[in-house]
């Protein structure tokens, strides 16, 4: 089976002077083609940290990162995110909005960056996520779950093929949490894209197709 996003021997390990333990050690793991895979596991066991390894934003400090067929360790930064910027997006844990921008340009922007994908506009999916009343306000002046909701809008935006969600209905309420899954997993099934979903939820989880665990630094299916 080809995997849209596989790591062989993957560890990260802390390297100041508190800590110099292995977070996470010897992880084989892969999205398969077609799959949104969920990735659950305790507070503090490395899950943010393997999502941005497999990314391409974080360095892991062992093993071998593909994302779409390309080797994605040992080539430049500049590389990597001329890569993430064609097919990937990521939904961070602290949703990351642009302060500056209100929030109908916070996912203008992720779609003028893809080049304007016509399967999807920012005003449908802030529509569809329930968020659009509130598209001319800057991220300041609305609440953590309607931030997450606007962070979940501007990834679907930019029309990814491989979306890596971390805890993308952490700060939602279960109606809003359910649409949000409802979204990202249409996404998936209508574009035949792949996903990652951090989440602490069994029924978040049981809506992916396969559920993997992170604890103790490895992984088990
Ligand atoms: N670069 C780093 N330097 C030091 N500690 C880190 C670094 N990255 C993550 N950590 C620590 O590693 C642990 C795992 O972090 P994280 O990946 O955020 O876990 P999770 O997402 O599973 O809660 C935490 O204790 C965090 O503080
Ligand atoms: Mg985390």
Redesign the pocket.
Known sequence: MIGICEVLGAG?Q???A??RDW?FRDIDFQIPEGECVALM????????????GLAGI?QLSEGTSKLNGTQISGISQREVREHLRESVAIIF?EHLLIPSLILFENVELSWALAGKPKNITPTTVLDRLAIGDERDSLPEAVSGGQAQRVAIARALAGGPKLLFA??PTGSLDEDNARRAMGEITDWCSAQDAHALI?THDPGIAELCDRIVR?DEGTINA
Do not use: C, I, M
């Open positions: 990260f802390f390297d100041n508190e800590r977070l596991g305790p507070s503090g066991t490395g899950k943010t940290t393997l999502l941005h974080a844990q971390d805890e951090v992170l």
